[in-house]
């Protein structure tokens, strides 16, 4: 069946450019992670759907950073004002009843210049 | 919070030979254990899990290995080929919360 889609594979931004970032789940999976990845570093957390409650966002680095999934389906990961150092992969993973075994998207890569 | 460390952080090992890595962790609770496996410029896969109730698991020519008193759980793969080339992460879960967190990597590089 089909895995997790994002889009774009690619963005580069202006600093201080808005930037939507777009994740697709696996039909039928209830949870959503957005995670960030640096470069040489393993995914960190960001944010966690349930369907469409926002459980945790403590991951968050700012609030620059708003990730919303209205209808417990797609999500939206938005940073604003972007800055360099937002620059990194964004990986979104869903799973299905456990939330643990998290299945990954391949990622947006954001360029801040 | 949960802190889960991986070592050695590069592993080469020549075709045909078989690579261990291992994963520490913090957090006594945890009870399930996976390890991804990224090439580069993909995104991280699922190859194998376990969880707490077992001490291990194979799948053809990968395994993991639970140690819960050591708090340590290890991914072996025999026999290995080039294409098993890719930086492998493992991760636990935060307890009280239904999130991974990850280690930083481990590089496996197979010599042909």
């Known amino acids: 069946g089909a895995g997790v889609s994002q889009s774009p594979r690619y963005k580069v931004a202006k600093r201080g450019q808005d930037v939507a970032l777009r994740c697709d789940p696996i039909s039928g999976h209830v949870s959503l992670f957005w995670y960030q990845q640096a470069l040489g570093q393993g995914p960190e957390f960001l944010t966690y759907f349930q369907n469409e409650a926002q459980l945790d966002k403590s991951g968050l680095p700012s609030d620059r950073f708003f990730a919303e999934r209205p209808e417990g389906s797609v999500s939206t990961l938005k940073i604003q004002r972007t800055q360099q150092e937002d620059s990194a992969v964004y990986l979104c993973?869903?799973?299905?009843?456990?939330?643990?075994?998290?299945?990954f998207g391949p990622g947006t890569r954001l360029t801040v210049t | 919070g949960e802190n889960v460390e991986q070592h050695p952080s590069t592993l080469s090992v020549q075709e045909g030979d078989s690579a261990v890595i291992k994963c520490t962790y913090s957090?006594?609770?945890?009870?399930?254990f996976p390890w991804y496996k990224q090439e580069l410029g993909k995104r991280p896969q699922l190859i194998i899990d376990i969880r707490s109730n077992v001490g291990e698991k194979k799948d053809q020519r990968i395994a993991v290995t639970l140690n819960k008193t050591a708090k340590h759980f290890s991914l072996h793969i025999t026999e290995t080929q080039p294409e098993d080339s890719a930086v492998y992460f493992c991760?636990?879960?935060?307890?009280?919360?239904?999130?991974?967190?990850f280690g930083k990597g481990n590089q496996v590089v197979v010599i042909p």
């Open positions: 993973a869903s799973s299905p009843r456990d939330p643990y075994e998290q299945y």
């Open positions: 957090d006594s609770a945890s009870n399930y």
């Open positions: 991760a636990a879960p935060i307890y009280g919360n239904n999130r991974l967190a």
